[in-house]
């Protein structure tokens, strides 16, 4: 089992950054796939970006490319997602999660945090 506990959700003005953690539980970290999702009131739960264990893959939604960056630390079993150029519309709940089969390519994940709110401001 791993738990999972997300940090570094806060208000920002749009334009701005942010970077959130995930932090896991236990020493074999590298064995998960990781993703970040997304949730705003009364919208879906949406992808948002995924690495593969091993570290060397990594997959965006279409509408973060080019301003978010999800990258992870083995040492200090974290996955990050660096959010740049913020905007209104990523307000959201953000929710990281773990997988020991292939959540990277399937979006199927076992584990998951409880999430931590972005709010950026227009």
């Known amino acids: 089992q791993v738990q999972l506990v997300e940090s570094g959700g806060g208000l920002v003005q749009a334009g701005g950054s942010l970077r959130l953690s995930c932090a896991a539980s236990?020493?074999?970290?590298?064995?998960?796939?990781m993703g970040w999702f997304r949730q705003a009131p009364g919208n879906e739960r949406e992808f948002v970006a995924a690495i593969r264990r091993s570290g060397l893959s990594t997959r965006y939604v279409d509408s973060v490319k080019g301003r978010f960056t999800i990258s992870s630390d083995n040492a200090k079993n974290t996955v990050y997602l660096q959010m740049n150029s913020l905007k209104a519309e990523d307000t959201a709940v953000y929710y990281c999660?773990?997988?020991?089969?292939?959540?990277?390519?399937?979006?199927?994940?076992?584990?998951w945090g409880q999430g931590t709110q972005v709010t950026v401001s227009s």
């Open positions: 236990g020493r074999t970290f590298s064995r998960y796939d």
């Open positions: 999660a773990a997988d020991d089969g292939n959540g990277y390519y399937s979006d199927q994940y076992k584990y």
